[in-house]
């Protein structure tokens, strides 16, 4: 498997439309969640993706500070439903943070949006829950924060 990280006006076409339907695969079918995919933050955002052959087969968004929260966010965090277990969802968190690291170089708090039942796993790469919990598009999800030593 191969991860590349491209800023929106750097995907072709092929990968942008691979990347959404992806996305809609998973969270608009698979969890029966109608919702606006396509929300105009995608155009600010670098993508991550992970690709066997010429396929994709997970996806991140990585969204600067100001454009969801005051902090840099992660999103649209999702592996295809053949690819699960085998730590793909792993590997697309640390490469997220890591690129994190590298293309912010102050260290960074880093905020997103989790699916609450998925709460055990982002706390193994270090998010803690910011004690908001809601409902979005119907299903329960909790904000989560990452919090980077800012002291020099």
Same mark, same amino acid.
């Given at each position: 498997? &191969? ?5 929106? &006006?750097? #995907?072709? =076409? *092929?990968?942008?439309?691979? *990347?959404?339907?992806? +996305?809609? $695969? ?7 969640? %109608? @919702?606006?995919? =396509? ?5 600010? $955002? ?12 997970? /996806?991140?968004?990585?969204? %600067?500070?100001? =454009?969801? @929260? ?9 592996? $295809? *439903?053949?690819? +699960? &277990?085998?730590? =793909?969802?792993? #590997? *697309? ?11 912010? !170089? ?6 997103? $949006? ?6 055990? @796993? ?5 998010? /803690?829950? /910011?004690? !908001?919990? @809601? #409902?979005? &598009?119907?299903?329960?999800? /909790?904000?989560?924060?990452?919090? !980077?030593?800012?002291?020099?």
């Amino acid at each position: 498997m &191969d991860v590349f990280i491209k800023q929106f &006006d750097e #995907l072709s =076409l *092929i990968e942008f439309h691979d *990347i959404v339907a992806l +996305r809609i $695969s998973v969270f608009v079918v698979e969890q029966n969640c %109608p @919702y606006q995919e =396509l929300d105009g933050k995608d155009k600010m $955002s670098f993508h991550l993706f992970v690709k066997e052959g010429d396929s994709i087969v997970g /996806t991140a968004r990585i969204l %600067p500070p100001g =454009l969801s @929260y005051p902090e840099i966010a992660i999103g649209r965090v999702v592996s $295809s *439903i053949d690819k +699960r &277990d085998c730590g =793909l969802g792993h #590997l *697309i968190m640390e490469e997220s943070l890591k690129f994190i690291s590298n293309h912010w !170089k102050d260290p960074q708090n880093v905020k997103l $949006s989790a699916q609450s039942h998925l709460k055990k @796993y982002y706390e193994k790469h270090g998010f /803690t829950s /910011t004690g !908001k919990e @809601y #409902l979005e &598009d119907g299903i329960p999800h /909790t904000e989560m924060i990452l919090v !980077k030593n800012v002291n020099k």
